[in-house]
């Protein structure tokens, strides 16, 4: 029993791994279909929204399974319950995504007032953060999780440059408003996912170590589910 607990454990990392990576291309899609103002980009990662919640249901599906059956240790559910509560969290990043290329859409017949290349850095850094989650989760590693969690201050830094001259612009030109606005949402949509993957971090590293801010709660609650079943 406990190999097929194993395994299915096994199972678990490889459909965190594959639920980041799809995150990854979802906002790779969305920042690619602004940078080039492509619309069917755009409509690629709005459509690539349904496969992340998929992705969701059968991680939930399979969650319960392993707490239902009766084999986790102390390390297991911890194991487990993270993962429940990142998967949460990486379904609004795949939302986000989908604000972003909404906002491409509507952006896409315009002339840019201002170079997106600090949004850019926004995008790559924040895919890099979910990946690196991912693989931190997998690995057990706490050190890559702490990175995460780190980085998301340089992503905040890149928020308040952007809007900085954001507003530069409207003071310069008020016309400037509207475009500057949805830029301005684009830009926060990028530092909310930040944020996320900082949640993300933090629930990886309570797998490892047992210890959250919410671990009291969350561990009373999978005790419970765990074993409600005889």
């Given amino acids: 029993m406990r190999n097929r607990f194993d395994r299915q454990l096994i199972q678990l990392n490889n459909e965190m791994i594959a639920m980041g990576v799809q995150i990854s291309h979802a906002i790779g899609f969305a920042i690619n279909a602004l940078l080039s103002q492509d619309v069917e980009k755009a409509k690629e990662a709005i459509a690539f929204d349904e ?7 059968e991680i939930e599906s399979l969650c319960l399974k ?39 859409i509507h952006l ?7 170079h997106l290349g600090k ?20 690995d ?9 969690i780190t980085r998301d201050d ?13 507003i530069e612009l409207i003071r310069q030109n008020p016309n400037n408003g509207s475009q500057a606005s949805d830029l ?11 944020d996320h993957a900082t949640n993300i971090a933090e629930w990886v ?26």
């Fill in 184 to 194: 301005l949402m684009v830009a926060k949509y990028f530092e909310r996912i930040g």
């Fill in 51 to 57: 496969e992340i919640d998929q992705k969701e249901r």
């Fill in 140 to 148: 057990k590693d706490m050190e890559r999780a702490g990175s995460v």
């Fill in 154 to 166: 340089q992503v905040d830094e890149l928020f308040i440059q952007v809007k900085s001259d954001l």
């Fill in 66 to 104: 392993l707490l239902l059956s009766q084999q986790p240790v102390a390390r297991d559910l911890r194991q487990i319950s993270a993962a429940l509560k990142m998967i949460t969290d990486m379904e609004r990043v795949g939302d986000h995504a989908v604000d972003i290329s909404e906002i491409a």
């Fill in 108 to 114: 896409s017949d315009e002339s840019y007032i201002s």
């Fill in 119 to 138: 949004i850019e850095q926004m995008a790559k850094k924040t895919s890099g953060m979910i990946l690196d989650c991912m693989q931190a989760f997998v």
């Fill in 205 to 230: 590293l309570f797998s490892i170590t047992g210890n959250h801010k919410s671990a009291d709660a969350v561990n009373a609650q999978v005790h419970k589910l765990a074993n409600s079943v005889e």
